[in-house]
């Protein structure tokens, strides 16, 4: 099966930097990649996502690269604000089939003013 | 608004009891799932539904149970069997034609005292 690691677990930065988070994964007929934002106290919710014949989506402030033959994605957050502050996961699926994505474990993004 | 609810948001619960979590959806999804988070662990698939009537196992299936019913309703029992029940608890549902994304509850906070 699938297997999505994630990197890093916890990620600290000042207001104003910009916070990269990678991930790999392990299935080449992964074709779907979104990022999920998780706030204290409540459910994921999807910030942006990528497909795989797609190398780069830009949404404001963030944007997502994918590499498909090194099978690994990114989450870049520029200018970052204090309300980016949460828990960010990625995740692998595949259309068709059972359509279960894989997260990674999470990365905790603390953006301090 | 059309979403995910789940209820209660917080449980307390005595070793040895049975609890139901409910989650309830307006989006007219096919799909449900039951995701079990713990700190550092990222989000653990329990069980999932992609029609009525029918479910599969997740990754941390047991001490866990399921029923669905109706298209909107994918209600959780934690079982006396469960070891370690004290978690976060979120549902989500995909619809037809999935296109990836999943829509998230706010979370159930189980406690065992």
């Known amino acids: 099966g699938e297997n999505v690691e994630q990197h890093p677990s916890t990620l600290s930065v000042q207001e104003g930097d910009s916070a990269v988070i990678k991930c790999t994964y392990s299935?080449?007929?992964?074709?779907?990649f979104p990022w999920y934002k998780q706030e204290l106290g409540k459910g994921p919710q999807l910030i942006i996502d990528?497909?795989?014949?797609?190398g780069e989506k830009k949404d404001q402030r963030i944007a997502v690269t994918l590499n498909k033959t090194a099978k690994h994605f990114s989450l870049h957050i520029t200018e970052t604000q204090p309300e980016d502050s949460a828990v960010y996961f990625c995740?692998?699926?595949?259309?068709?089939?059972?359509?279960?994505?894989?997260f990674g474990r999470g990365t905790s993004l603390i953006v301090h003013p | 608004d059309g979403g995910i609810t789940q209820s209660p948001k917080y449980l307390f619960r005595k070793e040895g009891q049975n609890v139901t979590l409910s989650c309830e959806q307006n989006?007219?999804?096919?799909?449900m799932y039951w995701y079990r988070q713990d700190p550092g662990q990222g989000l653990r698939l329990i069980y999932y539904?992609?029609?009525?009537?029918?479910?599969q196992k997740g990754d941390i299936a047991e001490g866990y149970s399921v029923s669905r019913e109706k298209k909107e309703s994918f209600p959780l029992t934690v079982t006396s069997a469960q070891k370690n029940p004290t978690a976060f608890y979120l549902c989500?549902?995909?619809?037809?034609?999935?296109?990836?994304?999943?829509?998230f509850g706010e979370g159930s906070r189980l406690t065992v005292l």
């Open positions: 995740a692998a699926s595949r259309s068709g089939g059972s359509y279960i994505p894989t």
């Open positions: 989500a549902s995909a619809g037809q034609g999935y296109t990836g994304e999943l829509f």
């Open positions: 539904s992609q029609i009525v009537n029918d479910f």
């Open positions: 989006l007219n999804h096919d799909a």
């Open positions: 299935d080449s007929a992964s074709n779907y």
């Open positions: 990528i497909r795989s014949n797609v």
